[in-house]
């Protein structure tokens, strides 16, 4: 009896570990503000993406992330990257994955990152977002890379020429 009452003990002490452990690592790999995939559970996920049909990687940067916290505060700020997660979650639903990289970076794959879809995420990034009873402004920069356009496509390269891209439609270069 005392052998069996120890061993039932152990097994829930063992499955209570193991429960803990596993929420551990499900929400180490969420972002908790956004909710979002954070950057090692986004590119796990995302490597299997990349040699499908159509596939591209795309890098958003919030412009001016600094002085929209700054003029509106940190509250605001925040409403701003879980606004932008929810919509860059939203447009790749169906066809892709979206992840926060960190700050105001985020980052998705999609297999269909036609030209038209491009221009929808772009207007839909640059909408602003209300907050208080306010309308507080928000802009993104956008940079793809199509996995096709590589010479091999891994997904360091993807994101490097993702990031490439970015920044070049911010209007600067970025240093090597």
Request: with cysteine; aromatic share 6%.
């Amino acid at each position: 009896m005392y052998s069996y009452a120890f061993t039932a003990l152990a097994f829930s002490g063992w499955l209570l570990h193991s429960g803990w452990l596993t929420h551990r690592l499900r929400t180490a790999r969420r972002d908790p503000l956004t909710g979002l995939h954070t950057r090692s559970g986004w590119s796990a996920r995302a490597e299997r993406l990349l040699n499908q049909p159509g596939a591209a990687v795309l890098l958003v940067d919030l412009d001016h992330f600094k002085q929209l916290n700054d003029t509106y505060g940190h509250p605001a700020g925040d409403a701003a990257l879980t606004a932008t997660a929810q919509r860059l979650a939203a447009w790749c639903h169906r066809t892709g994955l979206a992840g926060r990289i960190g700050g105001d970076e985020f980052t998705a794959i999609t297999t269909d990152a036609t030209a038209g879809r491009l221009d929808d995420l772009a207007r839909l990034l640059n909408r602003p977002v209300p907050h208080n009873g306010a309308l507080i402004p928000v802009t993104a920069s956008i940079g793809t890379s199509h996995a096709a356009e590589l010479p091999v496509p891994t997904l360091s390269d993807a994101l490097s020429a993702a990031d490439q891209a970015m920044y070049a439609a911010k209007g600067h270069t970025r240093r090597p």
